[in-house]
């Protein structure tokens, strides 16, 4: 069953327990957008192979337990995360890894289940917290499903908050 959520419509909380696994949203232009929930290795198998022109909009939304997916150019982060009310790290897929949004690392208070010791967060360096995402990262189960042989991590910014950072490779686990 695939569920239609509109843009602005937030789901409550005992209906984010229950976010399907694949449902459409409508995007401001009128668009419906099928976003996919935790997929699996088929998955991973097609995005690995494709085209990187084919992967444009390849937007993703990882929360401490699952991956929001979705293929957009128009349908932002926000609009996922205010409709299926969640917060997540916020990537571009690619074929061999993800690019992460600064924000993980600008500002780490939205994500406590990679930043717990807000006294200690404070004392990182940019550098530091990047390097504790990217462990996280290349350890996230969701992540090593759709990229087994290892992810590689990319950093952008919207708007460009940070620095820009070098790519890095890391094996999985």
């Known amino acids: 069953m695939v569920a239609a959520l509109r843009k602005g419509e937030f789901c409550s909380e005992p209906a984010r327990a229950t976010i399907p696994h ?10 419906t957008c099928p976003v996919r929930r935790s997929p699996g290795d088929a998955f ?10 084919a992967l444009v909009g390849m ?8 991956l929001l997916v979705w293929q957009s150019t128009t349908l932002l982060h926000a609009d996922v995360e205010r409709v299926a009310g969640l917060r997540g790290v ?39 917290r990047r390097q504790a995402v990217a462990a996280w ?19 952008y910014a919207e708007p460009a908050a940070l620095p820009a950072a070098t790519m890095v490779t890391l094996p999985p686990g």
């Open 22 to 31: 694949n449902f459409e949203m409508i995007t401001a232009e009128g668009w």
């Open 44 to 53: 991973g198998l097609l995005l690995r192979g494709a085209p990187g022109r």
């Open 59 to 66: 937007h993703g939304l990882l929360t401490e337990t699952d």
């Open 90 to 128: 916020r990537i571009m897929l690619r074929n061999s890894g993800v690019r992460v949004e600064n924000e993980t690392v600008a500002m780490p208070e939205r994500f406590p289940w990679l930043f717990p010791d807000a006294v200690r967060t404070a004392e990182l360096e940019v550098e530091e």
């Open 137 to 155: 990262l290349t350890t996230n189960r969701r992540l090593c499903v759709l990229y087994p042989s290892g992810v590689e991590i990319d950093w």
